[in-house]
Every structure is written in C-alpha cells, then in structure tokens.
C-alpha cells in the first residue's frame, strides 16, 4: 500500500495563532533560533501567514484572524489561545537540537516559562519545556526517535 505522505522534506508542519505575531516572529528567532523563511504581512501590520524553519523543520503561523466581512468566524477562529483555556494545550511541537543546555539558557534568558527543567530522561537524550510569550507550550530536547 503506497504511503498518502508526500515526499518532500517535512510532512508535519506545526500551525500556531499569536495575537500579536509579528512580535512573536521576532521572539521566537532570537530566543528558539527559527529563521524567517517567509513572512506576509496584511495591510494593518498582522500577519496573513509566515514561516519559519528550524532545521528541516518548520512551523507556520499567522495573527488571531478576526470575524470575515460576512461576520463568519475565520478557521483561525476554532483555535483558542493558551490563556483562554487557563494554559491548557492539546498538542505541542517537540524540536531535536543539538545542545539542550544552550537552548534552555537561551530560553529561559529571554523570558521562557520553563514548564519542565532541563533534565536527563529515562529513554535517553536531555531536554526541558517551556512556554513562549503568548503561553504556547514548546519541548526541546536531544532525543532523536529516528
């Protein structure tokens, strides 16, 4: 049975919602380490949608979309953000890096939530959890499942 899975360099790609995206581009670069791949901004600063990599991977992301001109709820709308639902996440993105150390004091440096301190894990690899500056819950560690 073929796989439905394209090939192509991801095939997961994380979408997330910030209320004021633009900064939170630029917090997410200079405290993560992504690099803006693209970034389309609308006519009043938010943004219509960007990318950022990490890596090989990547993550998209946009503004808080407002009610469209016939007042339907836009599908960004169906996505609540962490302080809405006190904290609570449903999924989270899990990045591999190389130094689980530098990242966290990277991190934590720029104002990160640290969730779960840096630790060794039973299964192997060392990593933390933390949240960004709109609460959005992010892992990092140097497991690698492949």
């Known amino acids: 049975m073929p796989t439905p899975a394209k090939s192509t360099r991801a095939t997961i790609i994380p979408c997330l919602r910030y209320r004021d995206a633009?900064?939170?581009?630029?917090?997410l670069c200079a405290s993560f380490g992504f690099e803006k791949q693209a970034v389309h901004a609308n006519p009043d600063?938010?943004?219509a949608h960007a990318q950022l990599t990490f890596g090989n991977g990547m993550i998209m992301l946009g503004s808080v979309a407002a009610n469209d001109a016939a007042g339907e709820?836009?599908?960004g709308n169906l996505i609540r953000q962490p302080d809405e639902i006190g904290g609570a996440?449903?999924?989270?993105?899990?990045?591999?890096?190389?130094?689980a150390d530098a990242i966290y004091a990277r991190a934590k440096a720029?104002?990160?939530?640290?969730?779960l301190d840096i630790r060794d894990e039973d299964y192997g690899g060392r990593g933390f959890?933390?949240?960004d500056i709109e609460g959005h819950l992010?892992?990092?560690?140097?497991?690698?499942p492949w």
Do not use: H, K, M
């Open 22 to 27: 633009p900064a939170a581009i630029d917090w």
């Open 45 to 47: 600063g938010t943004i």
């Open 73 to 75: 709820a836009a599908w």
């Open 89 to 99: 996440e449903t999924q989270s993105a899990y990045l591999i890096v190389t130094d």
């Open 110 to 115: 720029a104002g990160a939530a640290i969730v």
């Open 129 to 131: 959890s933390c949240r």
């Open 138 to 144: 992010w892992n990092f560690g140097t497991y690698d």
